[in-house]
């Protein structure tokens, strides 16, 4: 009898074991691709754009408190910049958000979890083809520049994961940025 109650325990014990260390693997998991998502979004250059500059002591830095929400909707931009030409075809805002060029004007965007104005209600699949075919999830308007797509439509599907995995997992700011402005011709033509 003893023995066979031994046995139950030790069956019991195994399935909670199993239970436990796959819910620890599957945790793990999660954390490994946050992790790694973090770092390819902290090398790739996504801060640079996707968040605000402020001036800090030692010149523009991106402003970590608002990481990742895009181009300000507090700093409204209404028309492109007209350049005079060779040598400059682009003019950026202070923010570093907010970018003139032979495209219009484009905003960089929210990419915090925020549920109406950043990715929240984007799905993975969403968020590859999206950076895949350079089109918004894949199927809406073309994205425009200065977004790096012709560079990282090389990231592996892996990475593309965890560069969406870490995304979701970050603080939701809501901030709704704009719409693209046209060109001067196009703005013109009108
Ligand atoms: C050189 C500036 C720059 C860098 C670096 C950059 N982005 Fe962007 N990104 C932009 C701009 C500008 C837009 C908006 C383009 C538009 O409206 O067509 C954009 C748009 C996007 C979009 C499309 C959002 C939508 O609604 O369709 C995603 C997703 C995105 N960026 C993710 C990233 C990630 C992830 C990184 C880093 C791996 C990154 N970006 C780095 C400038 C940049």
């Not at 805002?93 to 925020?114: I, K, R």
């Not at 704009?178 to 060109?183: A, F, K, R, S, V």
Request: charged residues 15%.
């Amino acid at each position: 009898m003893k023995a066979h109650y031994t046995r139950i325990a030790l069956a019991v014990a195994a399935a909670f074991g199993a239970v436990s260390s796959s819910s620890t693997a599957l945790g793990d998991e999660s954390a490994d691709k946050v992790a790694r998502g973090k770092y390819v979004v902290t090398t790739s250059g996504c801060n640079d754009c996707h968040t605000p500059w402020i001036m800090g002591p030692g010149g523009p830095e991106p402003d970590m408190s608002r990481m990742l929400s895009g181009h300000p909707q507090d700093v409204p931009i209404t028309a492109p910049i007209s350049l005079a030409g060779d040598p400059w075809i682009a003019a950026v805002s202070g923010t570093n958000t907010a970018w003139s060029g032979p495209w219009g004007v484009s905003f960089t965007a929210n990419l915090t979890p925020d549920s109406e104005t950043g990715l929240g209600k984007w799905t993975l699949r969403n968020f590859v083809d999206t950076i895949r075919t350079g089109r918004h999830m894949g199927r809406g308007r073309e994205i425009l520049p200065p977004m790096p797509i012709p560079m990282y439509k090389h990231f592996s599907d892996a990475d593309l994961e965890a560069i969406y995995t870490y995304l979701q997992s970050i603080p939701a700011i809501s901030n709704k940025v704009p719409e693209p402005l046209p060109p001067v011709q196009a703005t013109a033509a009108n």
